[in-house]
């Protein structure tokens, strides 16, 4: 016998968790089907996200920091440390400890809003009624059968692989096993220096490893603008050490017992360079394997992702898909978002999300963080734009914190002043993001920014100052 249900959601991590509670939280009767393992080979929700992507990333970022502080800043401050020593494995134990924390959280609350935690992969399998039907399996067995009424796609997305280079978590890494080190590798290579290859190379640098991130596309960081991109490049080589190689052509690779050979031509040069372990970060794949796609005629686009249009909907009735299997940002905010807003139009409602006010951040040191348009955007589109910056150089409080790198710009319409792109590059930019994403969802003007007051001493101040040299009144500059 079937179980029914008005929403079964395929995926736990942030874009199908949160579909299911804000389903089961508008009452429908909701399951979640998930079919992620932990390393112990127990069911444990949160996808990508919770087990193997944001949040141990940032545990092992706040640990590589502490270690770094300690060996290179506490001296500063008249504090002597000595023997300073790494223990990777108690590292490797926090890490473990937030991830079963967090994913608990969402058992709890699963439970909570009484939504069915199914364990296994669903795929679609037809049409009965006015229900879709979807079997869930697991270790190759039909476990469960369901009928729903909605269903919400949040499969996720996984690494892309490099044709012909096999990861197999020992040698050569995808974000599972560069997570998951048990030593610091003396040579570390990264291929790719997008958001992964840079938080994860930079990672490991800090606690001790030389690190070469190999890039293909000459212009670092494309998507970011150019003007912070730039000084990312040149504080993430100077000061944390990434040796980045930028404009570089793979091509074999060839792993050893103990050992990665990568060959690879650079300005026309042939290099051929050995790393104790290898990081593959080129880009994540949408999840479609073994979902059932052809068996309902569910349509992908060109890339392989779930067809959707503006809220989500897929080429068949009550069908969704939200998160990294669709298209946009692969960012877990925005997986969450979509989920909300799907959940509410079922129930009636019309919520919307502002594709163009979603903010991105990169976890390095310092952080990267941006929401809107880029200047290059701008300029390409033919948008009048004025622009104020502050340095973080000034502020009391990022000089008192030891961390006074970076700044904050803002790109403002030459015309109306509304706020059009926000970009930082500093301490702690992803918690000063928030600000501008307010500020733009609420069309402010740089103006607004300007006349709001801010904290002393504090690094929103930088926000302030920026704001105010938009209309060149900076009172610090
Ligand atoms: P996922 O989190 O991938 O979850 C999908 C779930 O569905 C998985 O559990 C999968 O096993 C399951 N599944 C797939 N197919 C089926 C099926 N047929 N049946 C049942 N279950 C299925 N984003 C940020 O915003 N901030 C960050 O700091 C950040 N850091 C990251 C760091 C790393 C190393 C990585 C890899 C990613 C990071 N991301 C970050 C991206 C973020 O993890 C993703 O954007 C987010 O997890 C996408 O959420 P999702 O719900 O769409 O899919
Ligand atoms: P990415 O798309 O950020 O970067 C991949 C990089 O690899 C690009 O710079 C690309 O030019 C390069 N590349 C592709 N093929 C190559 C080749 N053959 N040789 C050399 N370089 C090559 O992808 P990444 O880092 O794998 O991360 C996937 C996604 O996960 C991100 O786009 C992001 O959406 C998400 N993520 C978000 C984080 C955050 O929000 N802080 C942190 C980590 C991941």
Redesign the pocket.
């Known amino acids: 016998m079937s179980q029914t249900f008005d929403v079964v959601v395929i995926g736990a991590g942030p874009g199908g968790y949160i579909a299911a509670i804000r389903a089961a939280q508008l009452g429908f009767s909701t399951a979640c089907v998930d079919a992620f393992k932990n390393p112990q080979g127990e069911p444990s929700l949160g996808g990508t996200c919770l087990n193997v992507?944001?949040i141990p990333?940032k545990a092992l970022l706040q640990s590589s920091e502490n270690f770094h502080a300690v060996q290179h800043d506490f001296a500063k401050h008249g504090i002597s440390v000595s023997g300073a020593k790494l223990d990777v494995a108690t590292m490797l134990t926090r890490k473990n400890d937030i991830i079963t924390k967090n994913t608990g959280g969402v058992s709890f609350l699963f439970k909570k809003n009484k939504i069915a935690n199914i364990h296994g992969l669903a795929t679609l399998k037809g049409r009965q009624g006015e229900q879709w039907q979807l079997e869930v399996s697991d270790n190759g067995k039909v476990v469960d059968t369901l009928l729903a009424k909605h269903v919400i796609i949040a499969s996720g997305?996984s690494?892309?692989q490099?044709p012909g280079v096999a990861t197999d978590n020992k040698l050569v890494l995808d974000?599972e096993g560069a997570l998951a080190l048990a030593s610091v590798p003396k040579r570390l290579g990264v291929?790719?220096?997008?958001?992964?290859?840079?938080?994860m190379g930079s990672v490991w640098k800090r606690l001790g490893a030389e690190v070469t991130i190999?890039?293909?596309?000459p212009t670092f960081?494309?998507?970011a603008d150019q003007q912070i991109a730039k000084e990312a490049f040149k504080t993430l080589t100077k000061d944390t050490g990434l040796d980045i190689k930028l404009g570089?052509?793979?091509g074999d690779i060839k792993t050893g017992k103990k050992v990665v050979t990568v060959n690879y031509e650079l300005n026309g040069e042939k290099v051929s360079a050995e790393f104790d372990k290898l990081i593959v970060?080129?880009?994540?794949q949408p999840n479609t394997v073994g979902l059932g796609a052809e068996n309902i005629g569910l349509q992908l686009d060109e890339r392989g992702f779930i067809a959707v249009d503006g809220h989500c909907r897929t080429n068949l009735p009550n069908i969704w898909a939200i998160g990294?299997v669709v298209r946009g940002?692969?960012?877990?905010h925005k997986a969450s978002e979509e989920g909300v807003v799907v959940a509410e139009r079922l129930a009636g409602q019309q919520p919307h999300i502002d594709f163009n006010v979603i903010p991105?951040?990169?976890?390095t040191s310092p952080e990267i963080a941006w929401v809107g348009q880029t200047e290059e955007q701008l300029k390409a589109a033919g948008i009048a734009y004025k622009k104020g910056s502050s340095n973080f150089g000034a502020n009391g409080r990022a000089l008192s914190m030891g961390q006074a790198q970076g700044f904050v710009k803002i790109l403002a319409d030459a015309t109306t002043d509304r706020i059009l792109g926000v970009h930082m590059i500093g301490p702690m930019v992803s918690e000063l993001i928030s600000e501008a994403v307010v500020a733009m969802e609420f069309k402010a003007a740089s103006e607004d920014l300007a006349r709001i007051v801010h904290a002393h001493p504090s690094l929103s101040e930088v926000v302030h100052e920026a704001a105010l040299a938009a209309d060149k009144r900076a009172l610090h500059g």
């Open positions: 992507g944001c990333s997305s690494p892309r490099l974000n291929i790719g220096a997008g958001v992964i290859g840079l938080e190999l890039e293909a596309m960081l494309a998507a570089v052509k793979i970060s080129v880009g994540r990294d940002p692969m960012l877990a991105w951040v990169i976890y």
